[in-house]
């Protein structure tokens, strides 16, 4: 992801990428980002401590791809030295989670499991199913991703979820993450989240209605990660200058 992003700054007249971070210890550092990420105009060397280099250059924003340990840290070297700060990465726990909370106190932080323009319009079109349909549709999530991603489910299928049920009227204690056995007829009003892992795939994502006689599938398919890359850049061309505060993509795009 950090080589899709900057690539996709390369194609974006009003971003400069005046820095880049991966893990400590890495053995690309001091490698030049621009061969490491084919874009051959780009000349600076990779580092491997983020607060090192945010002090060194002070960026307008900086853009995170990482794990929760290493985004949270960062989250709160931002909110320190008071750059905006955006977040594709996933699976935080609720400590991380009101570590964010506080970081976003002092700094403008946008908080995205999916950086995706169309994945935030399908989030769009499930509420609005979910809505108009009600309860009396079966509602299922379905998720595909490669087979390193590490967390299950993705945050963009729980999130989908979270959507309905909301547009339905329930909280998220209807959603049901596991099937196994003898588990009984399915529960009116349950939300089912299912997850498969394989191969290379990006992210696949459907959600469907389903009624006695008819259904509905809304899907999104990600190719490739270029679209994450192009929605980050957008939500920090849009985090400069915003109050301190939480934000998502739906803010960013004016959902």
């Excluded at 008071?82 to 990465?89: I, K, L, Q, Y």
């Excluded at 997850?195 to 809304?218: C, K, M, S, Y």
Aim: hydrophobic letters at 45%; charged letters at 25%; aromatic letters at 4%.
């Amino acid at each position: 992801m950090g080589s899709a992003v900057v690539r996709a700054a390369a194609e974006e007249p009003s971003v400069k990428v005046v820095g880049a971070v991966a893990r400590p210890g890495t053995a690309s550092r001091g490698r030049d980002v621009g061969t490491l990420s084919g874009v051959t105009a780009l000349h600076l060397p990779l580092r491997d401590d983020f607060s090192a280099a945010l002090m060194e250059v002070r960026p307008d924003v900086a853009v995170d791809f990482t794990n929760p340990e290493s985004a949270t840290d960062f989250a709160d070297t931002c909110a320190r030295l008071g750059v905006p700060f955006v977040t594709g990465t996933t699976g935080f726990t609720p400590v991380q989670r009101e570590r964010l909370d506080r970081a976003a106190a002092r700094i403008p932080v946008v908080i995205s499991p999916n950086m995706s323009v169309g994945v935030h319009v399908m989030l769009e079109a499930a509420s609005l199913l979910g809505r108009v349909l009600g309860t009396g549709w079966d509602a299922e999530v379905l998720e595909l991703h490669h087979r390193l991603k590490k967390d299950a489910p993705s945050g963009t299928a729980l999130r989908l979820a979270e959507v309905v049920a909301k547009a339905r009227g329930q909280d998220a204690g209807v959603m049901r993450l596991v099937r196994a056995g003898q588990v009984g007829e399915r529960p009116p009003g349950e939300i089912g989240v299912q997850t498969l892992r394989g191969g290379d795939v990006v992210g696949e994502h459907t959600v469907f209605f389903l009624a006695p006689g008819e259904r509905i599938e809304l899907s999104h398919r990600a190719t490739s990660r270029d679209q994450f890359a192009k929605g980050a850049l957008r939500a920090a061309l849009w985090v400069r200058g915003q109050p301190p505060g939480q934000y998502g993509m739906r803010d960013v795009l004016g959902l």
